[in-house]
């Protein structure tokens, strides 16, 4: 499983739990002998749904927001198997774990012992981001073959492209005819943009190779991976109220699956 994993991802960057999440070094927790009265306090100034409680060294409790942002109503509780993972864990798996665990924290282990903590607002970290740059990039890549594959002859794509007026367009042809006067000679597919490759992949009906058989819902699944690719390119927030962890994890599942079908 874990071999599969690594071959499947073999281009891209590999972020870890640990390096998205927050060290035990570096968060705030609160004493075993702290009352709950004690947490709120530390918990609404901090804006923090999740309070660790030290018992010595150790960390085996924690107070957390019965509702989430609602620092007024928390409970205190042990920590089980089910508030862990290992802190190796793959991001691709911690947002899975999320979303199928119905979660928005776990507590992370380092040989058995509770070494960190790591919430779904740490997926609005640099970090994620360039791990799904490189995720949305060999994608982009790989359709770029497939629509090259389609067309074979170089020509007859230019000239698809260069017929249509529209912003994007233009853009390619100009970025296209400015290297061609300066001599340099480029594979023609790397001009295109995400956003074109979709065009074109619907117009020439290449979605059936990615297993569409319905244009409406390629359109529509790619639309939504086009715009998180401008959301990471853009750096902003992958996580919030509107844009929820199942959103990412859907679409997260949906580029694995043209992956695995374009290799």
Excluded at 23 to 51: C, P, Y
Excluded at 76 to 82: D, F, G, P, Q
Excluded at 159 to 170: A, I, M, P, S
């Amino acid at each position: 499983m874990y071999e599969n994993h690594n071959f499947l991802r073999e281009t891209v960057v590999e972020v870890n739990a640990a390096v998205v999440g927050i060290s035990q070094h570096r968060w705030i927790g609160i004493g075993e002998e702290s009352t709950e009265d004690d947490a709120k306090l530390v918990m609404q100034e901090k804006h923090f749904d999740i309070l660790p409680i030290y018992s010595g060294s150790n960390i085996t409790s924690y107070f957390g927001t019965v509702e989430r942002n609602n620092f007024s109503n928390i409970k205190k509780a042990e920590i089980t198997h089910r508030d862990v993972m290992p802190l190796q864990t793959h991001i691709r798996d911690v947002i899975k774990n999320f979303y199928t665990e119905k979660r928005y924290f776990f507590f992370l282990l380092d040989e058995n012992k509770v070494s960190g903590l790591i919430s779904e607002s740490n997926l609005n970290s640099r970090q994620v981001k360039v791990w799904l740059f490189g995720l949305l990039s060999e994608l982009e890549v790989r359709l770029g073959m497939l629509v090259k594959e389609n067309f074979q002859n170089e020509d007859k794509l230019q000239q698809k492209v260069f017929d249509k007026t529209d912003g994007n367009y233009r853009d390619i042809k100009r970025r296209f005819s400015k290297d061609c006067e300066r001599g340099v000679e480029s594979n023609f597919v790397e001009y295109l943009y995400l956003s074109t490759l979709i065009d074109l992949i619907e117009e020439e009906k290449i979605y059936l190779k990615l297993g569409y058989k319905d244009k409406d819902k390629f359109k529509n699944d790619y639309r939504n991976i086009n715009n998180l690719r401008n959301t990471v390119m853009h750096s902003k927030s992958l996580i919030t109220k509107e844009k929820s962890v199942k959103e990412l994890w859907i679409l997260l599942d949906k580029i694995e699956e043209s992956l695995f079908l374009l290799r």
